[in-house]
């Protein structure tokens, strides 16, 4: 049977701790965003949510890539666990900032139509 390398599996323990994290900003740019008027804090909500969700298959994949450090034998299955719910943190990153971008996008629509608006109001006056 194949046995994944000291190296591969330092390497998916150190990526599991970096989505961890990432999973840890997210959800804090969620609950930032549920303090927001309108669809910001909805989005808020979800990104909040998916946050969460990034840390649990990091967990999960920081101790799967812990097993194939320690147990040689099933090192092969647990390396592939691991990567299979980093995987899964990555898929819900990648959600997360695209429905973030989806909110910036309309949050910077409505500004430049308020400032449209602004604008138009200002020329009336000086005319």
Known sequence: MHEISPESAEAAL?????????GESIE???????GQEGA???????????????QEYA???????KL?????????????????????????HVAAVKAYLAVAQENLRQRESEWVEHRILIEHEQA
Do not use: C, F, P
């Not at 150190?14 to 990432?22: S, T, Y």
């Not at 040689?72 to 899964?88: F, I, L």
């Open 14 to 22: 150190r990526h599991a701790e970096i989505a961890q994290k990432h």
């Open 28 to 34: 804090t740019v969620g609950k930032l965003l549920q």
């Open 40 to 54: 910001s804090a909805d989005v808020g909500q979800v990104i909040e949510e998916r946050g969460q969700w990034i």
């Open 59 to 65: 967990q999960a994949s920081k101790e799967y890539a």
């Open 68 to 92: 194939a450090q320690i147990n040689k034998a099933a090192s092969t299955e647990a390396y592939v666990m691991a990567t299979s719910e980093h995987g899964k943190a990555v898929e819900e």
